[in-house]
């Protein structure tokens, strides 16, 4: 079983940027999927970001997208989430998931292993 550990949450104002990282240990995570998923407090965990193994696909909410990249390094086991021109509704713990390489890339059920997330706060 892959154990997931996120960091580069925090605080920033709105307009700034953060980078996230999910580091894995157990087994290498070249052959999953990888995805990046947001709970606000009181909301749904929804879909941010993912990308596949082999790294040539990538999805993303329409929320996020043009401004967050997310990429990966098999050879570190890591997958990345740069966030940019940040606004409060960003605001939220981000998880990071992988999931098996015949997965969708977008549906929550479909990642078998998850973190315990980082708190990301956009200031107005």
């Known amino acids: 079983q892959v154990q997931l550990v996120e960091s580069g949450g925090g605080l920033v104002q709105a307009g700034g940027s953060l980078r996230l990282s999910c580091v894995a240990s157990?087994?290498?995570?070249?052959?999953?999927?990888m995805g990046w998923f947001r709970q606000a407090p009181g909301k749904a965990r929804e879909f941010v970001a993912a990308i596949m193994w082999s790294g040539g696909v990538t999805n993303y909410a329409v929320s996020v997208k043009g401004r967050f990249t997310i990429s990966r390094d098999n050879a570190k086991n890591t997958v990345y989430l740069q966030m940019n021109s940040l606004k409060p509704e960003d605001t939220a713990v981000y998880y990071c998931?992988?999931?098996?390489?015949?997965?969708?890339?977008?549906?929550?059920?479909?990642?078998?292993?998850w973190g315990q997330g980082t708190q990301v706060t956009v200031s107005s």
């Open positions: 998931a992988a999931g098996p390489s015949r997965s969708s890339l977008y549906r929550l059920n479909d990642y078998d292993a």
């Open positions: 157990g087994r290498t995570i070249s052959s999953s999927n």
